[in-house]
T-cell receptor
Framework: EPEVTQTPSHQVTQMGQEVILRCVPI?????FYWYRQILGQKVEFLVS????????KSEIFDDQFSVERPDGSNFTLKIRSTKLEDSAMYFC???????????FGPGTRLTVT | AQKITQTQPGMFVQEKEAVTLDCTYDTSDQSYGLFWYKQPSSGEMIFLIYQGSYDEQNATEGRYSLNFQKARKSANLVISASQLGDSAMYFCAMRPPFSGGYNKLIFGAGTRLAVHP
């Protein structure tokens, strides 16, 4: 069964460093998403992406964040200058169309020290 | 603004029994979608079931069913014949209408379910 994959599973970085989180969505899906979950809290929407552009973003997704689909399979989330409060689990998700169920990857746990 | 409320931080159930996890939502829109996801201790988010606001019948997927009461704005998840592997965090989520935030899911705080043998 096709699934969303994410790398790395765990990333440790120092405050102020740039990180890139990688995702491979399900191959026939057209909509891609990033969510984050701070430890013990609810899952929060960051951004959705379709047709090579952002279709929606939350107030969390400020200028420090960017997304890219550099080729036909990868979807990346970049945090330019990490802060302690960026420590969270980051989930990538994809869906066939907007509004359909979203399938989540296993997540990348980001720890900022 | 849309909001999802899960009032049960924790629930427990005996193996083979049925359990209902509560979810209420707040929206003034008529068109929306409701989802349930399972998050085991390993951390991944697993899609369980979907209900569209215009669907007349309650959604079912195997042992999962969604008790959708539109007038009460509730979308409770019913798990029948609980298994030990059902022990996990369960999140209710809403997809807003096309006019406002169609491309995102809004999650509740979750309910932690423990299945006892």
């Amino acid at each position: 069964e096709p699934e969303v994959t994410q790398t790395p599973s765990h990333q440790v970085t120092q405050m102020g460093q740039e990180v890139i989180l990688r995702c491979v969505p399900i191959s026939n899906h057209l909509y891609f998403y990033w969510y984050r979950q701070i430890l013990g809290q609810k899952v929060e929407f960051l951004v959705s992406f379709y047709n090579n552009e952002i279709s929606e973003k939350s107030e969390i997704f400020d200028d420090q964040f960017s997304v890219e689909r550099p080729d036909g399979s990868n979807f990346t989330l970049k945090i330019r200058s990490t802060k302690l409060e960026d420590s969270a689990m980051y989930f990538c998700a994809s869906s066939v169309t907007s509004g359909n169920e979203q399938y989540f990857g296993p997540g990348t746990r980001l720890t900022v020290t | 603004a849309q909001k999802i409320t899960q009032t049960q931080p924790g629930m427990f159930v005996q193996e083979k029994e049925a359990v209902t996890l509560d979810c209420t939502y707040d929206t003034s829109d008529q068109s929306y979608g409701l989802f349930w996801y399972k998050q085991p201790s390993s951390g991944e988010m697993i899609f369980l079931i979907y209900q569209g606001s215009y669907d007349e019948q309650n959604a079912t997927e195997g042992r999962y069913s969604l008790n959708f009461q539109k007038a009460r704005k509730s979308a409770n998840l019913v798990i029948s014949a609980s298994q030990l592997g059902d022990s996990a965090m369960y999140f209710c989520a809403m997809r807003p209408p096309f006019s406002g935030g169609y491309n995102k899911l809004i999650f509740g705080a979750g309910t932690r379910l423990a299945v006892h043998p």
